[in-house]
């Protein structure tokens, strides 16, 4: 497997993700809610070593992360979620969740199967919701990621990222980590910038609404994953001149799916397979996460403990508490 290399300008989180490296071997990192055990320090709930603990459900729940229209994304899922229903030989249903919130209390509340988590809202849907992440989009050749843009519009008078004192910043929600937690740890660490004293924080609930917010000049600046604004930019709902980017940070892992800890595991086997053998030539799939940069176009095997560490340091970092409520 691949990772990209550091954009032009990573230091300040990679040095804000290093200075947390060693709370994370200290073992403060995680807190898996008391329902769930870890017997193999994979940082991620257990499978019930009871049977009648596990759940088999006759029709699987998915959800995306509800970073962009729902109703878009029935259909951009749809063959993959057919592909999903032969190999498990489940009915399977589109979830259309409207928060990151209501994704992580329908898992932990049994009613969500299998979901794709944001990358931020991972660690909190690991630890409150019994998310088990195994897969993430990549290229072919294994390469993944986005990174965490601070964008604006023409004529806004931002040149750069101290331009923004005194004027508001959009953010997407608190548990997002390109909206909220690395931009936030970046201002502070790099620019001497906080909230509240020096810009005010707004935020808009999903990176689309920040993404037209700026189009639209409703927000003179916002941070948001670049992943989505290229694949706005393909779908033409913003054009690439009425936004421009002032800062860009390192790589992130993208999006992880997972199923619920409790599923059968010959269910989540198959899951699994459903994953790792859809073919996504011609895909919806293809045509709508293909159009980022590396191109996302097949499913990759991963695992939170390693792939997610830079995410809970920048967490850890930042104060950021896993507890459930």
Not at 264 to 278: D, H, M, R, W
Not at 281 to 292: C, H, I, Q, V
Request: charged share 25%.
């Amino acid at each position: 497997m691949q990772r990209l290399p550091l954009s032009p300008r990573p230091a300040a989180l990679a040095a804000l993700a290093a200075a947390a490296f060693a709370l994370l071997s200290a073992g403060t990192a995680h807190a898996l809610d008391a329902r769930y055990t870890d017997a193999d320090g994979d940082l991620v709930a257990d499978a019930p070593t009871d049977p009648k603990d596990w759940i088999d459900p006759d029709t699987l729940v998915f959800a995306f992360t509800p970073v962009e229209d729902p109703a878009v994304y029935a259909d951009v899922w749809k063959g993959f979620l057919d592909h999903l229903a032969a190999t498990t030989g489940k009915k399977v249903q589109f979830f259309p969740v409207q928060s990151n919130a209501a994704q992580y209390e329908a898992m932990r509340a049994g009613r969500l199967h299998v979901a794709g988590v944001n990358t931020g809202g991972n660690p909190l849907a690991v630890n409150c919701a019994g998310f088990v992440p195994f897969a993430m989009m990549a290229s072919k050749d294994g390469e993944y990621g986005y990174e965490m843009e601070i964008i604006t519009y023409p004529g806004s008078g931002i040149e750069k990222v101290e331009d923004i004192k005194g004027k508001k910043l959009a953010f997407t929600s608190e548990t997002s980590n390109s909206g909220y937690k690395a931009p936030s740890a970046l201002l502070r660490e790099e620019f001497d910038m906080e909230a509240g004293r020096d810009y005010e924080p707004v935020f808009s609930g999903k990176h689309d609404n920040s993404i037209i917010g700026v189009a639209n000049k409703d927000y003179p600046a916002a941070a948001v994953a670049n992943s989505v604004l290229k694949r706005m930019q393909a779908r033409e709902v913003v054009k690439p001149e009425q936004t421009k980017t002032i800062y860009k940070s390192q790589t992130f892992p993208t999006t992880g799916y997972g199923y619920v800890y409790n599923l059968k595991p010959e269910l989540a086997e198959k899951v699994k397979q459903a994953f790792f053998t859809f073919n996504w030539e011609g895909s919806a799939l293809a045509k709508e996460f293909g159009s980022t940069e590396p191109p996302q176009e097949t499913f990759i095997p991963i695992t939170y403990k390693q792939h997610w560490e830079v995410v809970r340091a920048i967490d850890k970092a930042m104060g950021v508490d896993y507890a459930c409520r």
